[in-house]
């Protein structure tokens, strides 16, 4: 089979693999999309290895496709059937293999392509707004670089949950097309003449859009971010951890998360053990599946690229000037 | 009746004041023992306000003592009563009112005027590791200030729910005093040449004496104490702060929160609304009074002093050579 590799010196090539061999509880898939995301932008570069137990040198974290093997302990999942899933790596690729319980059913009416797209952002999005935040009705949410992956993901499930959402992004045409998507309130974030953000001046619109606060932040920026998320929190807000593209460094103001009692939580999908990532899964399937049949929640696609020309999407991903997902078609 | 008052320039007297009269859902009572907190310290230096609804120039947010008076709509509170309970204010006075819902009953075995130092200490400790960090069993517990009156009643509570505890102080005495208490593993915080903390070497020791980390941590002193924190926590480890003695401000390391997926959870007693505070009551009326009654937990007393020697009485927990609790008797 033909999948992405990386070689060394960070350079993307084409290979040929031997397919992988499903283990007892685990489906063979032929992948029909599988979404760029930015760890595999990092692991290109050598900052993110690959987890034991999958391809070292086979990026890819995210796939739908087509089950063409079955593990002999597999239950619920068939020959034949679409699924879409996270994986630890490796999806990048004509075949991949993954645990049966770490695989979503696909809608028949759904593109499987750019379903190809959906599982990384989704399954964040929906486990940081609804396991780790208990987002309610009316709640107000921060959502920073809200035109990525993962922002437009969460943006249409906070609506979709009947929620309000602020939300950042660092142009007006990605603002805009949000806007689109249902935003309620658009913030260009302010900066210093220095370039930096100017984090009280962030904070302050935040409290102001909000009338009181954010009661859940997705943080998907970092650095001086999290500064602004405390500031601008409710009482008993929950800022989620995500992302890291603007530093790993923050200031904490212990008082000000002492005196709103907030919670502040960090997360990461692709550490967790297996019996956490099915988990996610389900609710994923149980919560997400059902809006993507119905089309009240899209896939945002940026571009579907074919496989061989791995390279040129990944330099795509990493301009950060896309909106939404960049996809490659395995088929 | 007796009350101690913050007077111009932060001094405290004893002024004489008219009783308060009950509300329909308080109760009136008399006064036996009022701990002093930190808080009292900070409101007495005016950098902490009382809040609404409570007398603003009388201290004290702790007491136990006898039901003298009882609101026309109070139920399972009598006149007899012996209660404690955690106050808003204007505890330290032969009489104050709370709502019934605040009052939790003191067994009769129980020594009162001790009883008037264990509430605050015990039921921040009780909702911090229980309630807030969902401490399990043979999970390893971090409390810096171990010898403080809510690190006291933190140790004790741990070793009651058969957890493992680790324990900062910055005297070999409070140590040993605190290894009497169960204390497994006792670290005086390495300091640098400059005599500031040595994060990194702090979070080493408790990575070592811990085999990989704190599964729950308890933060009463703040300050780079929370940097060594998220160092030296487990995965899926949850940071409670409670206090900020070494300062507000902190470093968060978000990457190394994202990848351990921590919890960093801010709380305060002082602020929460009734009906959380009555929950919080009966949580420690549940779980931390049995304790109490078969002494598997006890007030770690520093000093008992009469409320007419109140100022003395705050000069002693300001000069922070005490270990475990002041209180005032106000009989």
């Known amino acids: 089979m033909r999948a992405v590799t990386v070689v060394e010196g960070g350079r993307l090539e084409i290979a040929y693999r031997d397919e992988p061999v499903p283990a007892p509880d ?7 999309g599988a979404g760029i995301n930015r760890a595999d ?49 490796g999806a990048q690729a004509e075949y991949l293999t993954t645990k049966a319980a770490h695989c979503a059913h696909v809608p028949p009416a759904l593109d499987l392509v750019a379903m190809g797209g959906v599982p990384e952002a989704f399954v964040t999005a929906h486990d940081a707004l609804v396991t780790l935040a208990h987002l309610a009705p009316r709640e107000w949410v921060l959502i920073h670089a809200v035109g990525s992956g993962v922002g ?20 007006d045409d ?22 930096s953000l100017d984090v009280d001046a962030l904070a302050w619109q935040v409290l102001e859009e909000t009338d009181g606060g954010a009661d859940v932040t997705l943080e998907l920026v970092g650095g001086s971010y999290v500064e602004a998320d405390v500031t601008a929190a409710a009482r008993l807000g929950r800022i989620v951890l995500i992302g890291t593209l603007a530093g790993v460094h923050a200031g904490l103001q212990v ?54 020309d791995a390279s040129k999407a990944y330099d795509l991903v990493a301009s950060d000037t896309t909106f939404g997902k960049v996809i490659l078609d395995c088929r």
């Not at 437009?152 to 142009?171: S, Y």
């Open 255 to 308: 008082h000000i998360a002492m005196a709103k009692r907030l919670s502040i939580v960090g997360t990461v999908l692709r550490t967790r053990d297996a019996a956490e990532k099915a988990a996610a899964t389900r609710a994923f399937e149980a919560d997400v599946v059902p809006l993507l049949e119905r089309e009240v929640v899209v896939p945002i696609v940026d571009s579907i690229i074919p496989l061989e």
């Open 174 to 195: 990605k603002l805009e097309r949000c806007r689109g998507l249902g935003l309620d309130s658009a913030i260009m974030p302010p900066l210093r003449d220095d370039g």
């Open 26 to 32: 685990e489906v063979l898939v032929r992948t029909h």
């Open 41 to 89: 932008i990092l692991q290109r570069a050598g900052r993110y290895p690959a987890p034991p137990g999958v391809p070292a040198d086979i990026p890819g974290l995210e796939f739908a496709g087509v089950v063409e093997g079955v593990g002999a302990e597999v239950d619920g999942v068939r020959h034949g059937d679409t699924v879409f899933g996270v994986v630890g790596g």
């Open 152 to 171: 437009t993901a969460a943006l249409q499930l906070a609506k979709a949950l009947a929620a309000r959402v602020v939300g950042t992004a660092r142009t």
